[in-house]
Each structure stands twice: as structure tokens, then as C-alpha cells.
């Protein structure tokens, strides 16, 4: 299987990716916890069905420590006990993000009240930009046919 184009040497897909890697790097040094960041990152990925970013933040999430259990149960974290209150508020905070289209309401008072139980303005600010990220990044990749289970953990810096 091949990328329909190669949008990461593209001259104007470079540059879109650049904002998007700034938008993502604000995220990053955030205070929004590491690992909440990578387990939305996978939920977000496979709900939009995107294979290149599942493949990228289970393994990054892994080589930072993440235990396989916990990546295993991300699909079904509702029936898992493994995921922490804060963690499963931000999980249902990104599905209900990432499925604007499916709900008349979009995100519901309760998921925002249930999160904002657990993070901090800024923490909600990162949380909302990491959600709106990841969905820009899977629908490239998506768009794009971009390949997935090649990645190297780090690989792009």
C-alpha cells in the first residue's frame, strides 16, 4: 500500500504540517498529563480509523511507558478498569469531540462538566486543542492513505 501522494514532501503540505506540529508542540509542554495526551491521541485515531496514527502514539505511548494492557483496552476503556476518573473523562470528552457529526448537541454539558472535574482551565484549553489536532492530523492521513505500521517510535523528532 502506498500514500495516494507523498503529502509530507509537498512544498504546501509541509507547511500546513508545520502549524500543525506548533499547534501539537503547545499541547505537548502543556500540563495536560502525558499519557492522558497519547491515550486520546489513540482513541481519537481509532475512531477516525486512521491505521498511521494508531500505530504512531500506541507505540510512542509504549516506548514512554505505557503498559500494553492499557493499550490494548483503549477501544473498550468504558468496561475497563485499568483508566483513571480524569482519564476516562478526557477519553469521553475526545469521542464526543471527534463525533461532533454524529451528535445534534456536539459535546454534552455532562462530558464538559465531568472533565472540568479533573483539569484546570489551561489543562481543558490543551485538552480541546489536542482533540481538534489529532482529528486534523487523522483526517490527512486518512485522506492521504498514508500507510500505517511503519513507524519508529520518535522518528519525527
Same mark, same amino acid.
Given at each position: 500500500?502506498?500514500?495516494?501522494?507523498?503529502?509530507?514532501?509537498?512544498?504546501?503540505?509541509?507547511?500546513?504540517?508545520?502549524?500543525?506540529?506548533?499547534?501539537?508542540?503547545?499541547?505537548?509542554?502543556?500540563?495536560?498529563?502525558?499519557?492522558?495526551?497519547?491515550? =486520546?491521541?489513540?482513541?481519537?485515531?481509532?475512531?477516525?480509523?486512521?491505521?498511521?496514527?494508531?500505530?504512531?502514539?500506541?507505540?510512542?505511548?509504549?516506548?514512554?511507558?505505557?503498559?500494553?494492557?492499557?493499550?490494548?483496552?483503549?477501544?473498550? +476503556?468504558?468496561?475497563?478498569?485499568?483508566f483513571t476518573d480524569a482519564e476516562r473523562?478526557?477519553?469521553?470528552?475526545?469521542?464526543?469531540?471527534?463525533?461532533?457529526?454524529?451528535?445534534?448537541?456536539? =459535546?454534552?454539558?455532562?462530558? +464538559?462538566?465531568?472533565?472540568?472535574?479533573?483539569?484546570?482551565?489551561?489543562?481543558?484549553?490543551?485538552?480541546?486543542?489536542?482533540?481538534?489536532?489529532?482529528?486534523?492530523?487523522?483526517?490527512?492521513?486518512?485522506?492521504?492513505?498514508?500507510?500505517?505500521?511503519?513507524?519508529?517510535?520518535?522518528?519525527?523528532?
Open positions: 500500500m502506498e500514500a495516494r501522494l507523498d503529502f509530507f514532501g509537498s512544498a504546501l503540505g509541509a507547511r500546513v504540517l508545520k502549524h500543525l506540529n506548533s499547534a501539537n508542540k503547545a499541547v505537548v509542554d502543556s500540563t495536560l498529563p502525558h499519557a492522558t495526551q497519547e491515550l =486520546v491521541k489513540i482513541r481519537a485515531s481509532q475512531i477516525n480509523g486512521c491505521g498511521f496514527c494508531t500505530d504512531m502514539h500506541t507505540k510512542d505511548a509504549a516506548q514512554a511507558g505505557e503498559t500494553a494492557q492499557r493499550l490494548h483496552l483503549v477501544a473498550a +476503556w468504558r468496561e475497563a478498569t485499568v473523562a478526557a477519553l469521553e470528552l475526545a469521542e464526543q469531540g471527534t463525533r461532533v457529526a454524529d451528535a445534534a448537541g456536539g =459535546v454534552t454539558d455532562e462530558a +464538559w462538566a465531568d472533565a472540568a472535574g479533573h483539569y484546570d482551565e489551561e489543562q481543558l484549553a490543551a485538552l480541546v486543542s489536542l482533540i481538534a489536532v489529532i482529528n486534523a492530523y487523522n483526517r490527512v492521513n486518512v485522506l492521504n492513505r498514508q500507510p500505517a505500521g511503519g513507524y519508529r517510535p520518535g522518528q519525527f523528532g
